[in-house]
């Protein structure tokens, strides 16, 4: 196995007695990184619990081998990798823990998982068929934040100007735009805080290292509107996402109050897509709250487009001036813009959504080759390879397709059923819009009641078909604003599909 | 882990010095069954210097707390420093242990 430079890797002997190696490890590790000593104890914790269910569970009785555990020190914080080659893993089996409840206490199943998921800020599992399993664990490392950084006299002033709505006059302040530098981290998330408070969606921009660090490796591209006091009036930046590495999310947009309506948004716009059609990026995806429809507005000014609409992904933020009294979960509308498409795309949707799906690539401009049929070289195999995002934040689950087996529609109802019980909000499942099996199953998904929610844009043919589940939500489609008139019909037509709203029409038709 | 042994009172105090995991619980699970076996079934555990649990180790005190609970006698915890009261919050175990903030305070209330 091939290790980049930046990771240690440990092939352990599937002996319970080993686990403290790997723990040991982990928290050198992490010692290094800069966790507190609480921190580092709970790390220690997730990973016995996880080599434990590793050793327990993935082998045959006697059997010995080995299994590889990957740590890799990243920016935001610490990965984990657990990889064996033992039995299928199969998350919905663990029963559910719940200490809310005295029998599951005493009982105690599940506990070690559900310490696992309490432990870390994020847990995927992988299967990889033949090829075994991953679990992989991430923890962000929380050095000083902003408002361990900032003065109690900053954050009066701050508080100060939002009451008097004190701003620059138009026209008076003269800035420019360019790259954050390094030395700038600190301004810019004192800028957030000004701007935000502590409710911005991405915590990173509270952290300076981080902002620092992810611009050194790239990870981010911060772009800033700075005066001639060298105050920084604005902030925005491409995310570069594990995900999709050439499909950046444009994020992490503000302008401090003060210097609203001087135009730094737009400088800041047009110079981060200038940037990004130089630097060869495939597009930008933006996530639009739809709470309001300010944001959407500015983003559609540059050219991005209404693809997916994510209903109930995350808890509600309180955005500072706007709408504070909002406390519901917040649905977000994915939008894009394809700045080097490729003319070689071919997908293959569902027929169902066939007009839908034409009308989203005809508003971004594109014009992808659309096949209803599947090539009779696509072959099935037996086990399918499925991994599952969790975010313990949003209470959401994303299942991803990788490649379809015999088994998907086993495996799709079984981690949906599981996912239902343990209350997570939503379950997301993206298909790959070129694997032509897309087509075959999608409408077998929507029996489950999964529904359609629109188009992941990628890169080079790596669009996604995302179906979202709605679990004993009802989503409230007055209150999810849309700016755009596209948009306003994609809702409309998610709304359609809804099996809520099919069953209210149903109710209608027979008269109850 | 070491683990020190005291009668007092004809309570069995045990000390747990270390970390509780995967790989030395069954030590702890011993001694447990001994004491219960011979119907010693009042016992405080002072956990000030145990710097780790894992859910092996808080089976094990799951374990104690039924069959003693089933004999009729007391299990008592003691002294939980904050890293470790954090997962037995975490777990829903301060739910159904009787944890004190240190010995003295166990032992008044054990007799």
Same mark, same amino acid.
């Given at each position: 196995?091939?290790?980049p ?5 440990l ?20 010692t ?24 327990e569970?993935s ?10 555990i990957?740590?890799?020190?990243h920016?935001?914080?610490?990965i984990?990798?657990?990889?064996d080659?033992?039995?299928p893993?199969? =998350?919905t089996?663990?029963?559910d ?8 206490i005493?009982?105690? !199943? *599940? ?18 068929? !033949? ?6 664990l ?19 002033k ?12 138009? *026209? ?5 735009v360019?790259r954050?530098?390094p ?22 921009i ?36 594990? #995900? ?5 999310q ?6 401090n =109050? ?23 990026f ?8 739809t ?8 983003? *559609? ?9 994510f209903?109930s ?6 955005y !500072?001036g706007?709408r %504070?009294?909002?406390? #519901? ?15 070689e ?13 034409k ?7 594109l ?8 090539p ?30 015999k ?26 819009? #070129? ?10 998904? %929507?029996?489950?009641n ?7 844009? *990628? ?26 008139d ?15 709203t ?6 209608k038709?027979?008269?109850? | ?15 747990? $010095?270390?970390?509780? /995991? ?6 702890? /699970? ?8 011979? $119907?010693?079934?009042n016992?405080?555990? /002072? ?11 808080l089976?094990i005190f ?6 003693? $609970?089933?004999?009729?006698g007391?299990?008592?915890l003691?002294?939980?420093? /904050? ?18 903030? $240190? ?5 008044k209330?054990?007799?």
């Open positions: 196995m091939e290790i430079k930046n990771k240690i890797l092939t352990l002997p599937n002996k319970l007695k080993y686990i403290t190696l790997t723990q040991s490890l982990v928290r050198e590790m992490a290094i990184m800069g966790y507190v000593k609480s921190e580092i104890l709970k790390l220690e914790l997730a990973v016995e619990e996880a080599a434990k269910n590793i050793i569970h082998f045959a009785p006697g059997e010995e081998t080995t299994f590889d990957i740590i890799e020190p920016i935001a914080g610490i984990i990798q657990f990889k080659k033992g039995f893993f199969d =998350p089996e663990i029963p823990y719940n200490p809310k409840i005295k029998s599951n005493l009982e105690a !199943k *599940g506990l070690g998982t559900f310490l696992i998921k309490q432990l870390v800020d994020e847990v995927t599992y992988l299967n990889l068929g !033949k090829n075994g399993k991953e679990i992989v991430f923890k962000y490392l929380n050095k000083k934040s902003i408002k361990d950084i900032i003065s109690k006299f900053e954050i009066e701050a508080e100060e100007d939002k009451k008097t709505q004190a701003r620059t006059p138009v *026209g008076f302040e003269k800035f420019k360019r954050m530098t030395d700038e981290a600190i301004a810019v998330s004192k800028c957030a805080y000004t701007t935000y408070g502590l409710t911005y969606v991405h915590e990173d509270y952290f300076p290292e981080r902002i620092r660090e992810m611009n050194i490796k790239g990870e981010l591209i911060s772009y800033v509107a700075i005066n001639d006091n060298n105050e920084i009036m604005g902030h925005i930046a491409l995310e570069i996402e594990v #995900r999709d590495t050439d499909f950046p444009l994020g992490m947009a503000f302008v =109050p003060k210097f609203q309506g001087h135009g730094c948004m737009k400088s800041m716009n047009t110079k981060m897509i200038e940037d990004a059609v130089m630097g060869n495939y597009g930008i995806y933006a996530r639009g709250v709470t309001h429809p300010f944001s959407q507005k500015v983003i *559609g000014k540059f050219g991005f487009q209404d693809t997916a609409i209903l992904s995350g808890v509600s933020r309180e !500072k706007i %504070e009294d909002e406390t #519901r979960r917040e649905s977000v509308v994915i939008m894009a813009n394809y700045l080097h498409p490729s003319n795309m071919i997908i293959y949707p569902p027929k169902e959504h066939i007009n839908i799906i009308k989203v690539y005809n508003n971004l401009g014009n992808p080759k659309f096949s209803d049929s599947i009779k070289e696509v072959m099935e195999k037996n086990q399918s390879i499925i991994k599952v995002n969790i975010d313990n934040v949003n209470h959401i689950a994303i299942i991803n397709v990788i490649e379809y087996g088994d998907v529609l086993y495996e799709i109802k079984k981690s949906l059923n599981d996912f239902c019980h343990k209350r997570y909000e939503t379950i997301y499942l993206n298909l790959k819009l #070129r694997d032509p099996l897309t087509a075959k199953y999608s409408s077998e998904f %929507e029996k489950m999964f529904f359609f929610s629109g188009i992941m844009p *990628g890169s080079d043919n790596n669009d996604e078909l995302v179906l979202q589940y709605l679990n004993n939500y009802i989503a409230d489609y007055d209150k999810v604003m849309i700016d755009s596209f948009g306003k019909e994609l809702k409309e037509y998610i709304k359609s599909q809804d099996p809520q099919k069953n209210n029409l149903k109710k038709e027979n008269g109850n | 882990m070491e683990i020190k042994k005291e009668k007092i009172n004809e309570n069995l105090v045990l000390e747990i $010095n270390g970390r509780l /995991d995967t790989t030395n619980y069954s030590e702890l /699970d011993e001694i447990f069954a001994e004491h219960i076996s011979k $119907n010693e079934i016992i405080i555990v /002072d956990c000030k210097n145990m710097d780790y649990i894992s859910s092996s180790g089976r799951l374990t104690a707390l039924k069959k003693i $609970n089933a004999a009729k007391k299990f008592f003691c002294g939980l420093q /904050d890293t470790i009261q954090e997962i037995f919050k975490i777990s829903g175990f301060t739910s159904i242990f009787k944890i004190f903030d $240190n010995q003295e305070d166990a032992l209330e054990i007799s």
